[in-house]
């Protein structure tokens, strides 16, 4: 198979796939944390280059049990509900969004801490023999080597690159070179420390990853 025509694009698209299976250690960051203020529901802040998506917040004072905020896709303007926030979004143009809005705070002061995903890094013809530019662990990199090799046998249009089905309850099977792959990275989520939401949340991290 000729892979030299497409083995940038290949190397590049398994390393996406990977980056974003699980909130791995490498893929998540903690922004500026932002102080709540009262009667404010609105927040500049200018996140990480890095910065791809929210994925958990919470209030803290350092004196009583942190406040877990639910991250949303996104909040209307105009909030009328005044009481303690718990829900957050990410507005764009460095603008994050809390509600309800905040009535007027007592001391201590009260920050938001807020933990993000990362956009991966883009391996192209210049970098891919470059140490370090795929960011993981040398450990697992038999996981990646996997999936190189399942999208090779698609692009060869191969037999062996397997298959993959859902049934009605969402349930997935996997066959052939896909099949390894997928039970590798399954390995890999059960021997990497990945965090995990508040249980009063409704969301698991390891869904928004």
Same mark, same amino acid.
């Given at each position: 198979?000729?892979?030299?025509? &497409?083995?940038? @694009? ?13 909130? !791995?250690? !490498?893929? +998540? /960051? ?6 709540? %203020? ?5 927040? +500049? ?16 004072? /350092? ?8 991250? +949303?896709?996104s909040i209307p ?11 957050? *979004?990410?507005? /764009?143009?460095?603008?994050? @969004? ?13 920050? &938001? ?9 883009? %391996? ?6 470059? $140490?370090?530019? %795929? ?13 190189? %090799? !399942? ?5 060869g249009d191969d037999?062996r690159a397997g298959?993959?089905? +859902?049934? /009605?309850?969402?349930?997935? $099977? ?25 249980? @009063?949340? *409704? ?7």
């Amino acid at each position: 198979m000729p892979l030299e025509r &497409i083995q940038t @694009r290949l190397l590049d698209d398994i390393n996406k796939t990977l980056w974003m299976a699980a909130p !791995w250690r !490498w893929t +998540v /960051g903690t922004l500026t944390a932002i102080t709540l %203020l009262s009667d404010t529901s609105d927040y +500049v802040v200018a996140p990480p280059a890095d910065f791809l998506y929210l994925m958990s917040a919470y209030i803290a004072d /350092g004196s009583n049990t942190p406040i877990h905020l639910e991250v +949303v896709p996104s909040i209307p303007s105009s909030m009328i509900v005044v009481g303690i926030p718990q829900f957050i *979004s990410y507005q /764009g143009t460095n603008t994050f @969004r809390v509600t309800p809005r905040p009535g007027t705070l007592i001391s201590p002061t009260k920050t &938001i801490v807020c933990y993000y995903k990362k956009i991966a890094p883009v %391996l192209t013809a210049s970098n891919i023999y470059t $140490a370090g530019s %795929l960011i993981m662990d040398d450990e697992h990199f038999h996981v990646y080597e996997a999936g190189v %090799l !399942w999208a090779a046998y698609m692009y060869g249009d191969d037999q062996r690159a397997g298959t993959a089905n +859902v049934d /009605g309850t969402g349930k997935w $099977a996997f066959t052939g070179q896909r099949a390894t792959f997928e039970a590798a990275v399954s390995e890999m989520k059960s021997r990497e420390p990945l965090p995990v939401y508040d249980a @009063r949340t *409704s969301r698991d991290i390891k869904e928004v990853a």
